[in-house]
């Protein structure tokens, strides 16, 4: 969906910031009026491995064979296309991949595939409700990976850890941003005043969307989509 309103946007030249879609090839194709402000899915997928080597050197647990879940959408197929490409440069094997229909109502055959393949880790890539239908039939099934780690998405959602209790203890994510980092205290602050939780990735970076628009027009001085166009592309976020 991204592609084809980023598509429109190029058309009629109108600015288009997108705030948290990671699939890589979104800013490969040559977009002028696309900016983007999530990392890509090549980034969390290292980000993943680099954790499964840290953990390795601090723990002494061998991280050799991986197995990865993931709904079959286009994010979740470039998880594991990314996934191929960063095991083999950390010396890891993916051993078991499963695709699975997003909202599926029963995940027990999934389960089972991936308790049977018995990979030192589990990488998945789910929507909240897929992720806590995970966590749940993993429980019912007596398995639990040495390994569990998630690219943000549902298990960073706010209702993840209220729906799957203790069963996500243990669980590891990587997320676009914490509340326990220095930048954006003050924000998430005032954030969670108004709606009761702290900012997860997506909020931080819809927020963050919106002040880059408003320096943009203040910049540009002008509604007009060129100008403001121009004006992103000279803006440098830290």
């Known amino acids: 969906l991204t592609e084809i309103v980023s598509d429109v946007c190029r ?3 109108i600015p288009m910031i997108t705030a948290i879609s990671t699939v890589d090839s979104i800013s490969t194709r040559g977009n002028e009026y696309l900016f983007r402000l999530c990392p890509m899915n090549s980034l ?5 491995f680099m954790y499964m080597r840290d953990q390795e050197e601090k723990t002494g ?6 197995a990865v879940f993931a709904d079959d959408s286009m994010i979740g197929r470039e998880a594991i296309r990314c996934a191929k490409i960063y095991a083999p440069r950390y010396g ?3 051993v078991k991949e499963i695709r699975y229909s997003q909202g599926a109502a029963d995940l027990a055959s999934q389960i089972g595939e991936l308790k049977e393949a018995g990979a030192d880790a589990v990488l998945a890539e789910s929507y909240v409700s897929d992720a806590i239908l995970l966590l749940k039939t993993m429980a019912e099934q007596d398995y639990r990976p040495p390994v569990l780690i ?3 998405n549902g298990f960073a959602d706010p209702s993840f850890i209220p729906a799957a209790g203790s069963f996500c203890e ?3 994510s990587v997320v676009e941003w914490n509340p326990d ?3 954006g ?8 005043e108004i709606f009761g939780i702290d900012m997860n990735g997506h909020s931080a970076e819809s927020y963050t969307a919106m002040w880059t628009f408003k320096t943009a027009f203040e910049q540009a001085g002008s509604d007009d989509g060129q100008a403001v166009r121009d004006a992103l592309a000279e803006l440098d976020i830290q």
């Open 44 to 48: 969390y997928l290292e980000n993943m």
């Open 61 to 66: 647990q061998k991280v050799k064979t991986v």
């Open 11 to 13: 058309q009629y030249k």
């Open 181 to 183: 980092l220095t930048k």
């Open 170 to 172: 243990g669980v590891t």
């Open 150 to 152: 998630a690219k943000a």
């Open 92 to 94: 890891m094997e993916i």
């Open 185 to 192: 205290r003050e924000i998430n602050r005032r954030f969670k």
